[in-house]
């Protein structure tokens, strides 16, 4: 007898079920296709960042020397061009602070700004501000400011016409039209931005000496100077579409296992009437297939259609879903659905026809612990290890590992702890029973209702194990990407205050010194703080890594009220004395030096006390005592120093610095609050991707949880029945359903509390190895209770409609 078709019919009558099934696999596909189109608008907006091209750009002319308004005008008049406008800067000075006139149309597809309040200038003398500059130099709408070139010549008086919004590389920056700045600076072009017929505008190009490229070629080579940034960024979004992709088939087959577990009396009549146990099997496959291809289909759509609302509502770039990729996608979940089916299938399939005489719809469990569960289980534990012996084999605990094996070693990093779960679902049911025990002892004492609660979840513990791997799998996504921010954020700021230790760096040019009364006057100067005097010199450092011509410094970093912020990864800047060093942790990965080690800087050997976390320390990878420079007989004039703000804030003080400095070309001096907002602007873009990507990954366990604990309370109405028909009241029916929930959310939180912080170590170890990991000590707890508490909740509203039941009509329930 063929058993599809009639197993079809019986679904279609009772359809509450299967809409929760097809609910599941369509927020899978929708969270797997939006995270592949949030993967690549996380990218294209991070390239954004990093490339002063805009998307919208067809090609790019790149200028020689000696390009102007004239070159300007023949390259709009190319064939083929439907919008030109010219790149340039020219830097000056408004008061005594340094700032940028930046050319950039102010509208259009090739504009880089965002007005945000008044009208973008149109007519000269007019100008925008970018919101660093209007908080720099107290700027508003209608305001005149002086802007003087720094190579001489009176000042602009120009009017401020708009506040913008402006990428954060262009730093303090004022915007006008191209031919306007082309005016004011006497500035060259530094290239010019297209939009048309690539091909036309490259023929039109070629009788000229102009280089014309597309905007896809010169945006790759922007970028490529960021390459490093790129490739972690793309590895660790690609990691967690893995993930999501995971969470989804897992999710799938929680709720097709419970699904399929209901229908025991149903699947037994079939078998009684002469269905073989292969039909069954095929008939669930059937189920599983239509349901994955319809709920499939309408996840995916809606996946394309949210991805094109969110760059009307978040500053990120438009994705371009591609037909071959939806297409994957939706073959995908249907694929991994039927193969999810299968196991389920297979053991629903094995029901007995007297299961149809029986008074009972609950199924009877098998052993927790299988002779197929427990080689399933170790195969998997063996593969996890077996994974990570590779990783490090290529280098996962070392610093000096070969170059472009970081896609590798997270590769390895997700797939082990992905074995290592599966090996955790494969002995769940067995994990489960001491920690329900544990459980029942502590709950006893709260009443009959808490124990009954508590013997409700562990009487089936397969069914106990497939509810709680879903709130498991929540915390472990939740704790990973908890643990990976973490120790991102920690190592970031700990990075930027040891690069930017104070507010200005004034410098010297190489071989000379600073004038002998400045660093004296900055000191007396009211608008200025702490003032920090130094040397750098290059000198030439042997370490066991061989041996480098660097610079070094004698900053007496502590002295820096920033210093605080400063992390050492090993030893103390405390400990920086005569005869002793300290670097920062790239010197140390390059050079394989360490606390203890001794260097032979100049003729002198000198022991490391202290590696810094970050690149550089003060602008440099080394600092040394000022006796040992001495020492080595350096000119004691300072070549450099260090400025912190007085309490008159950033402005005054960069106003009094150039006033003191009477902004010679000579001297480099560079605002250091603008260099780490511009840094911080780009971690902060990088994270915000990531942890977009992270929460619709979360997301989807967090939906899984609450499906499969509204099919759990669903699935098992007669017991209700029975439970109210011998007493219990709705009260207290509630409150055991509820708590056999929350009885499932905390076996999730106690299994996926290691996996979680394993796989965000993993993470950070092959992606940023020389970040010190940081658990989120204070948010764990947060996080378990609330996995528990949307555990509990997500159980209510079921457990709700069985406590209303009456018990005459619950005992009569298939």
């Given at each position: 007898m063929s058993a599809v078709v009639p197993h079809l019919r019986a679904v279609r009558r009772t359809?509450?079920?299967?809409?929760?099934?097809?609910?599941?696999?369509?927020?899978?596909?929708?969270?797997?296709?939006?995270?592949?189109?949030?993967?690549?608008?996380?990218?294209?907006?991070?390239?954004?960042?990093?490339?002063?091209?805009?998307?919208?750009?067809?090609?790019?002319?790149?200028?020689?020397?000696?390009?102007?308004?004239?070159?300007?005008?023949?390259?709009?008049?190319?064939?083929?061009?439907?919008?030109?406008?010219?790149?340039?800067?020219?830097?000056?000075?408004?008061?005594?602070?340094?700032?940028?006139?930046?050319?950039?149309?102010?509208?259009?597809?090739?504009?880089?700004?965002?007005?945000?309040?008044?009208?973008?200038?149109?007519?000269?003398?007019?100008?925008?501000?970018?919101?660093?500059?209007?908080?720099?130099?107290?700027?508003?709408?209608?305001?005149?400011?002086?802007?003087?070139?720094?190579?001489?010549?009176?000042p602009h008086s120009l009017t401020v016409t708009a506040l913008v919004d402006s990428p954060s590389a262009d730093g303090v920056a004022l915007y006008a039209p191209d031919r306007e700045v082309l005016t004011r600076t006497a500035a060259e072009l530094s290239r010019v931005d297209l939009t048309g017929d690539v091909p036309a505008i490259m023929q039109s190009a070629q009788p000229t000496a102009m280089t014309v490229l597309s905007a896809a070629d010169a945006r790759q080579a922007e970028v490529r100077q960021s390459q490093d940034t790129v490739d972690r960024v793309s590895v660790l979004l690609s990691a967690f579409v893995v993930l999501a992709a995971l969470a989804s088939i897992m999710v799938a087959v929680?709720?097709?296992?419970?699904?399929?577990?209901?229908?025991?009396?149903?699947?037994?009549?079939?078998?009684?009437?002469?269905?073989?146990?292969?039909?069954?099997?095929?008939?669930?496959?059937?189920?599983g297939a239509s349901t994955a291809?319809?709920?499939?289909?309408?996840?995916?759509?809606?996946?394309?259609?949210?991805?094109?609302?969110?760059?009307?509502?978040?500053?990120?770039?438009?994705?371009?879903?591609?037909?071959?990729m939806l297409g994957s996608v939706l073959v995908g979940v249907v694929v991994a659905v039927v193969l999810a089916v299968l196991a389920p299938a297979r053991d629903a399939a094995r029901v007995s026809p007297l299961?149809?005489?029986?008074?009972?719809?609950?199924?009877?469990?098998?052993?927790?612990?299988?002779?197929?569960?427990?080689?399933?289980?170790?195969?998997?534990?063996?593969?996890?290890?077996?994974?990570?012996?590779?990783?490090?084999?290529?280098?996962?605990?070392?610093?000096?590992?070969?170059?472009?094996?970081?896609?590798?070693?997270?590769?390895?990093?997700?797939?082990?702890?992905?074995?290592?779960?599966?090996?955790?679902?494969?002995?769940?049911?067995?994990?489960?029973?001491?920690?329900?025990?544990?459980?029942?002892?502590?709950?006893?004492?709260?009443?009959?209702?808490?124990?009954?609660?508590?013997?409700?979840?562990?009487?089936?513990?397969?069914?106990?194990?497939?509810?709680?791997?879903?709130?498991?799998?929540?915390?472990?996504?939740?704790?990973?990407?908890?643990?990976?921010?973490?120790?991102?954020?920690?190592?970031?700021?700990?990075?930027?205050?040891a690069e930017y230790t104070a507010g200005i760096e004034v410098r010297a040019p190489e071989g000379a010194t600073l004038p002998a009364d400045l660093p004296g006057a900055l000191s007396a100067d009211p608008a200025v703080g702490t003032v920090v005097p130094y040397r750098a010199v290059r000198l030439q450092l042997g370490a066991p890594g061989g041996s480098t011509n660097l610079e070094v410094s004698d900053l007496p970093i502590t002295q820096l009220p920033r210093s605080a912020d400063i992390v050492a990864g090993d030893g103390s800047l405390h400990d920086l004395g005569p005869g002793t060093l300290a670097v920062s942790d790239g010197f140390a990965s390059k050079n394989r030096v360490g606390v203890g080690d001794s260097v032979l800087l100049g003729d002198r050997r000198i022991r490391v006390a202290a590696v810094v976390v970050g690149q550089r320390i003060g602008g440099s990878?080394?600092?040394?005592?000022?006796?040992?420079?001495?020492?080595?007989?350096i000119d004691p004039a300072p070549t450099g120093v260090m400025i912190d703000a007085g309490g008159r804030g950033m402005a005054a003080a960069q106003s009094a610095v150039?006033?003191?400095?009477?902004?010679?070309?000579?001297?480099?001096?560079?605002?250091?609050?603008?260099?780490?907002?511009?840094?911080?602007?780009?971690?902060?873009?990088?994270?915000?991707?990531?942890?977009?990507?992270?929460?619709?990954?979360?997301?989807?366990?967090?939906?899984?949880?609450?499906?499969?604990?509204?099919?759990s309370v669903l699935e098992r109405?007669?017991?209700?029945?029975?439970?109210?028909?011998?007493?219990?009241?709705?009260?207290?029916?509630?409150?055991?359903?509820?708590?056999?929930?929350?009885?499932?959310?905390?076996?999730?939180?106690?299994?996926?509390?290691?996996?979680?912080?394993?796989?965000?170590?993993?993470?950070?170890?092959?992606?940023?190895?020389?970040?010190?990991?940081?658990?989120?000590?204070?948010?764990?707890?947060?996080?378990c209770g609330g996995l528990v508490a949307v555990a509990a909740a997500a159980g209510f509203l079921p457990s709700r409609r069985a406590s209303r039941t009456p018990p005459a009509t619950a005992t009569r329930e298939t």
């Open positions: 359809p509450a079920r299967l809409v929760l099934c097809g609910l599941t696999i369509a927020l899978a596909a929708l969270f797997i296709t939006g995270t592949l189109l949030g993967r690549d608008m996380a990218m294209r907006t991070i390239t954004s960042e990093l490339t002063s091209i805009p998307d919208a750009a067809s090609a790019v002319v790149q200028s020689p020397s000696g390009y102007g308004p004239a070159q300007l005008d023949r390259i709009e008049d190319f064939p083929g061009v439907t919008e030109a406008t010219g790149r340039v800067s020219g830097s000056g000075l408004v008061g005594s602070v340094e700032v940028e006139l930046t050319a950039d149309p102010g509208q259009g597809p090739l504009s880089r700004v965002q007005v945000e309040a008044g009208t973008y200038p149109r007519a000269p003398g007019e100008v925008a501000v970018s919101e660093r500059a209007a908080e720099r130099l107290g700027l508003h709408v209608g305001d005149a400011v002086d802007f003087a070139v720094q190579d001489g010549g009176a929680s709720a097709f296992r419970i699904v399929f577990a209901q229908r025991i009396r149903h699947l037994a009549m079939l078998r009684a009437l002469g269905a073989t146990r292969g039909g069954l099997r095929r008939a669930l496959v059937a189920e291809l319809i709920a499939g289909a309408a996840g995916t759509a809606l996946a394309v259609g949210i991805s094109r609302l969110v760059p009307l509502v978040a500053p990120v770039a438009a994705a371009s879903p591609s037909p071959l299961e149809a005489l029986r008074s009972t719809t609950r199924p009877s469990e098998h052993k927790a612990g299988t002779a197929t569960r427990t080689v399933v289980g170790a195969a998997l534990l063996a593969v996890g290890v077996l994974l990570m012996a590779l990783a490090v084999s290529q280098g996962l605990l070392s610093r000096y590992r070969p170059a472009g094996s970081t896609e590798d070693l997270v590769l390895f990093g997700v797939l082990a702890a992905a074995a290592w779960f599966g090996a955790y679902l494969a002995f769940a049911p067995r994990l489960v029973r001491p920690v329900l025990a544990g459980a029942h002892r502590s709950v006893r004492r709260l009443g009959p209702v808490a124990t009954l609660a508590v013997r409700s979840a562990g009487g089936m513990p397969r069914r106990a194990a497939a509810v709680s791997s879903v709130v498991a799998l929540a915390a472990t996504l939740l704790i990973a990407a908890l643990t990976a921010g973490e120790t991102m954020r920690e190592h970031n700021e700990a990075s930027s205050a990878q080394v600092l040394a005592h000022s006796s040992d420079l001495n020492a080595l007989g150039g006033a003191h400095t009477g902004n010679s070309p000579e001297l480099e001096i560079s605002v250091l609050d603008d260099l780490r907002a511009e840094q911080s602007g780009l971690v902060r873009q990088v994270t915000g991707s990531a942890l977009a990507l992270i929460a619709l990954t979360v997301f989807v366990a967090i939906v899984g949880v609450g499906t499969t604990a509204t099919l109405g007669r017991e209700s029945g029975v439970l109210r028909a011998v007493g219990l009241s709705r009260n207290g029916l509630l409150t055991v359903r509820i708590g056999e929930s929350a009885m499932h959310g905390v076996l999730g939180v106690v299994f996926g509390l290691p996996h979680g912080v394993l796989l965000g170590a993993l993470l950070i170890i092959a992606l940023v190895p020389e970040a010190p990991l940081a658990i989120p000590v204070l948010a764990l707890p947060a996080v």
